[in-house]
């Protein structure tokens, strides 16, 4: 089956890793093991929610700010539109975020689902989301991401889980993964050998 559509993680994989997710929690008051940082704001109360939502939005908005793209990000992404082939963004960072990122390096997103749309990573709802919306298959469909989550709801979707090896913990996570890259450079001819 052709590649019809590539959905990317945001954070780590089309930007260079920035955020120190640990620093983060402490900063929130959540415990350094306490799980993810979204799923453990749910928890919270309303004015703790609140708290933590700022900081979060601050570390948010300073990475956009800092940012600096991954080797090979720009060049695939133009070498996928001109291959006719969708781009869509997945993350659970905020959708202005990744269009700010979009707007800072000049890239193309076909379309962006943020955390205010609906069930975030590891659930199947973004990919689901985008794969509707680009009238595509999820077997026609590969996610890319640096993170466990990202593997995770790509499978749970139905769609190829694509791992980008560029930090420490990527060995414990490649048994999730269809395809390991250590660049985005290695995607091209992955989605390349489907579209023969």
Do not use: W
Not at 153 to 178: K, S, T, Y
């Amino acid at each position: 089956m052709p590649i019809r559509a590539v959905i990317f993680d945001l954070d780590g994989t089309i930007t260079q890793p920035y955020f120190d997710f640990d620093a983060i929690r402490e900063e929130i008051g959540i415990d350094r093991h306490g799980g993810p940082i979204l799923e453990a704001m749910e928890k919270m109360t309303p004015s703790q929610r609140q708290r933590a939502e700022g900081i979060l939005h601050f570390h948010e908005e300073k990475a956009v700010t800092e940012s600096s793209l991954n080797p090979g990000a720009r060049e695939t992404l133009d070498a996928l539109h001109h291959r006719g082939i969708r781009v869509g963004i997945l993350t659970r960072n905020r959708k202005s975020n990744a269009r700010a990122v979009a707007e800072k390096h000049n890239l193309c997103f076909d379309a962006v689902v943020g955390r205010e749309d609906g069930p975030v990573k590891p659930h199947a709802f973004g990919v689901l989301h985008l794969c509707d919306h680009f009238a595509v298959q999820p077997p026609e469909t590969m996610v890319v991401g640096d993170y466990l989550f990202d593997l995770l709801c790509a499978r749970a979707a139905g769609a190829i889980p694509v791992l980008i090896a560029n930090h420490d913990r990527a060995a414990e996570f490649a048994v999730h993964a269809d395809f390991t890259v250590q660049t985005l450079h290695e995607l091209l001819p992955i989605v390349d050998n489907y579209n023969v």
